[in-house]
């Protein structure tokens, strides 16, 4: 089990890569997108429905399921797979991203981070030891390392220090996990307390972070590398920066991560950002947008994103996507969705994130396709060409 | 098309009616239950989730569609079944228990109900003419006649008047129909609008009220089945009188009501109505319980509801039921149904209502055989029996 964790490259082409990533639940096809499931469900799917529409991988928010229902309630439930009826394979986020985004609510120092809580206001002090511990508990297939977050911008001096202490809080992690499983099965600590892991083959990610700093970036990925971390991901990107600068600084630190293991952008994005990075070496990507989005209209396609309200699809009798094969394109009509849209009906919300869903995950398995191929340079510009035309002809429609 | 709407019955057990009916989109194995799709959705379910759980016909909601996206929008997309992608037969209920529900927001005249939309605050004079026009633009398989819906408790006298107020409107609603269906298809009429029937086999059904009054129930079910609909529906009931009255009511009507056409009886009720109501003669039931409990996480089951919420199911690993073959129960344990249910996600509705109409409609399908097998007054039995084990057990638990 603790060599479940298993990278190999299929196919290259350029810097895209087509590869397989093994975990302890089974394996996922590289480029790969993962629907996040903040509070162990993503919201409006079912396991079924994520099944259906192809999805290999899940993310779960590490901050959330600590405060509800609790990570110690979810390890006596046999783990977060268990818990949640999702035997595939999960990434857990560190909690780091969830607890700064508090903002007034939240301090940090060395030790880590001090923050009251959304839900009751209790404070609680996340340190990359416990970050580790809660993970251990969930059992995730991947554990993230807690990083600092940093506001952007940032001058480059804050960008250091906060890089300097995320290295610091990364060796702390790997520590931790290092120690949580060179523990026996059911020993017992001196406090009386037992290290508990609900899936002894979880694998650790270190967090390559630097702003938009290129020898801040090359700094961290060379001494998060030092760390020894199972992989690789480029955190603080999406975090308000142009796309130009998260493409240049994704282009200089992709190359700079070891070749070998799955390179994760944290946090992106849209379906072009997809294809971008993919361009630039990245290999796992999670992102919010796609359920988010959905529930607020917003609807991906082919031919760019589609806002679900407009007026002019009251009385639209076509699919969302005419050439999408999801069960709400073969189904609905733009018609139909927009009543249930503004009739603020929960269908309305499970709808249009099937079609989300079902837009990144096939738009990543034509990807993979295409680097298996050799032809994904021509698969980026028509997807280029062809996502940019309603942008054009309706501005109004985003 | 005009005879598409037939009752069968295949065997009866006492006053039970193992039936079959047809209508223009399909076959109805009665007792059926009829899920609630107020405003041209089941809350939280796709046509697939329907189909999955057995479901042979839905109810829609005739003053919200009119409101909201409208009836001749809905007429233009050719009818309901198309637009909400449902081609099973539906059930349109007249809109008079809706406008009537406004409280102070509504008038009644002899003309009709005048109310103001819950929407926008317009002023809408809904006429038993409308309703049957709306009807039959959204083309339900099966459209009801506007009555008036009086408040429980009532006088004798009150309940005569609006009984009779709904006889009145009962045969202006078969009037209407009748003269829609006697129109020429694309007719144009003096002010140059055209009669829209999106369902040239709509069927309709007459209402028989008078409230807790056998005298006037007596009446009522003469008066309306000597206007001639193709099938009759109790209206008036589960209104806030005690279930014993109920009963009785049932008891003393159904008989009244001619026994070659299906037997309705309006928004009723628990699992146990619907079997006492069955066992009295009823075929068809439509009811929002199952689905709004659900999403109040009350669910189902053989042995009594069950709150989901409840402290002593944070850490139950059963499913709901344990008999269940849902795919919430083959899938979800009762503790990540709490927790969905806690951290309101829309999966604790969609996995809930899933359950809650699985088993209301498995219900009805054990009726159904137990019917035709002369086993109906021992399926009763047991199954008061068992449903009120958690009754007993667990007061707090409702």
Redo the contacts between chains.
């Keep these: 089990m603790a060599n479940a964790f298993e990278f190999r490259i299929l196919a290259s082409d350029g810097a895209a890569r087509r590869g397989e990533l093994t975990t302890p639940h089974g394996v996922v096809q590289t480029p790969a997108f993962m629907p996040v499931g903040t ?3 993503v ?6 429905d994520l099944r259906e529409n192809g999805a290999e991988i899940i993310l779960a928010n590490t901050y ?1 399921l600590y405060l ?2 609790g990570d110690r ?1 979810i390890a ?2 046999g783990g977060l797979h268990r ?3 999702w035997d595939g394979p999960i990434l857990t986020d560190s909690g780091g991203f969830q607890a700064f985004s508090l903002g007034p609510r939240r301090r940090i120092t060395e030790e880590g981070i001090c923050f009251r809580s959304h839900l009751d206001g209790s404070e609680h002090l996340l340190t990359p030891e416990l970050a580790a511990d809660i993970q251990a508990r969930l059992g995730s297939d991947i554990a993230m390392a807690l990083d600092e977050c940093l506001a952007h911008p940032a001058t480059e001096d804050e960008a250091r220090r906060s890089m300097e202490r995320t290295l610091r809080w990364g060796r702390r992690s790997r520590q931790r996990l290092l120690w949580l499983q060179s523990q026996p099965s059911g020993a017992v600590l001196e406090d009386g307390r037992t290290p508990v892991r609900t899936n002894p083959g979880q694998a650790q990610f270190g967090i390559v972070q630097g702003s938009v700093y290129p020898d801040l970036r090359e700094e961290s990925a060379r001494e998060t590398q030092a760390i020894g971390f199972d992989a690789y991901a480029i955190g603080g990107l999406s975090v308000g920066e142009s796309v130009d600068v998260m493409y240049e600084t994704v282009s200089a630190t992709a190359p700079l991560l070891a070749a070998d293991r799955p390179r994760h952008l944290m946090g992106t994005g849209t379906p072009l950002d997809l294809i971008e990075c993919v361009a630039r070496g990245i290999d796992l990507f999670d992102c919010v947008m796609p359920t988010r989005n959905a529930r607020n209209g917003q609807l991906f396609t082919g031919q760019g994103p589609l806002n679900v309200k407009n007026a002019c699809y ?2 639209d ?1 076509r699919p969302v996507d005419e050439t999408c094969e999801c ?1 709400t394109c073969r ?3 733009r ?2 969705l ?3 849209f ?2 603020k ?3 309305a ?3 249009n994130t099937l079609h989300n869903l079902h837009f990144y995950l096939d738009t990543l398995g034509r990807i993979r396709e295409a680097i298996a191929f050799g032809s994904f340079e021509s698969l980026r510009r028509a997807f280029h060409q062809s996502y940019s035309l309603r942008l054009l002809a309706h501005d109004a429609d985003g």
Tied chains: 1, 2.
Excluded at 43 to 48: C, D, L, N, S, Y
Aim: aromatic residues 10%; charged residues 25%.
């Design positions: 509070q162990g469900a919201k409006g799917m079912t396991e079924r959330h509800r229902p309630l006596r439930r818990f949640i009826g009251a009385e009798d069960y189904h609905y009509s018609a139909y927009r009543h249930l503004l009739a009906e929960i269908g919300s499970t709808l």
